[in-house]
């Protein structure tokens, strides 16, 4: 199992990013992948989330209307689209994936099984 995240980099603020995260090694269909982010001192976060098979999305009050989460099934890849960044948004930002078991779309670290390793994002006043 792998999880590939892409995408970081240095924005000011105002501007966009948009983060990719390639899979392989298990049925993307029947899995949600969840994006999360961490500062350091502080306890990862989970900021948006997409059930693979349906659609379903979740996304943490601070970036709605601003990110917007979507899946390529055929390419086992998801994605992050982050518009109108704040500093405030600067973090290491992870992928991860969990079974989906539909109406329900999981929204904590602790309910996702793989991860990937972080891509660096900052944004700058």
């Known amino acids: 199992v792998q999880l590939q995240a892409s995408g970081g980099g240095l924005v000011q603020a105002g501007g966009s990013l948009r983060l990719s995260c390639a899979t392989t090694g298990f049925p993307f269909d029947d899995y949600a992948i969840g994006w999360f982010r961490q500062v350091p001192g502080k306890e990862r976060e989970g900021v948006a989330c997409?059930?693979?098979?349906?659609?379903?999305?979740y996304y943490t009050d601070s970036v709605k209307g601003r990110f917007a989460i979507s899946s390529d099934n055929a390419k086992n890849t998801a994605y992050l689209q982050m518009n109108s960044l704040e500093p405030g948004d600067t973090a290491v930002y992870y992928c991860?994936?969990?079974?989906?078991?539909?109406?329900?779309?999981?929204?904590?670290?602790?309910?996702?099984?793989?991860w990937g390793q972080g891509t660096q994002v900052t944004v700058s006043s």
């Open positions: 991860a994936a969990s079974l989906y078991y539909s109406d329900y779309l999981p929204v904590s670290a602790w309910e996702y099984n793989y």
């Open positions: 997409i059930g693979s098979s349906d659609g379903s999305t």
